[in-house]
């Protein structure tokens, strides 16, 4: 594999990491607090993982400098349990939709 496809490859990782961190800050702007709450938590780790990617293009690598690593295992913890967190939050509002037991108004200010 040449060292310019690694490295373009990084680069649209890294863009693509921010872009989702960036569209879902804005598409939970529109959700109950407590799904905002995790949602936001989630964005700053998907752009923090984006950031990560467009170390790595400088580095060459996502083990050196070992803090990259380290770094880069925090993100993938924080996109997977924040992630499991969401989704088991959004399952519950959906079920509490379908019951009446919430109204679809119920925004932000919740």
């Not at 496809?5 to 649209?12: D, G, H, K, S, T």
């Not at 709450?37 to 293009?57: K, M, N, P, W």
Request: glycine fraction near 8%.
């Amino acid at each position: 594999m040449s060292w310019d496809f690694v490295r373009l490859f990084n680069i649209a990782e890294a863009g693509y990491w921010s872009v989702l961190g960036i569209a879902l800050a804005i598409a939970c702007r529109w959700r109950p607090a407590p799904i905002a709450r995790t949602a936001f938590a989630l964005c700053v780790v998907l752009l923090i993982f984006g950031l990560s990617d467009a170390i790595e293009v400088v580095t060459g690598a996502w083990w050196k400098p070992w803090w990259l690593a380290v770094m880069k295992t925090l993100c993938v913890f924080g996109i997977g349990s924040l992630g499991w967190r969401l989704w088991t939050q959004m399952k519950v509002h959906q079920q509490a939709l379908s019951t009446g037991s919430v109204q679809a108004s119920d925004g932000p200010e919740s």
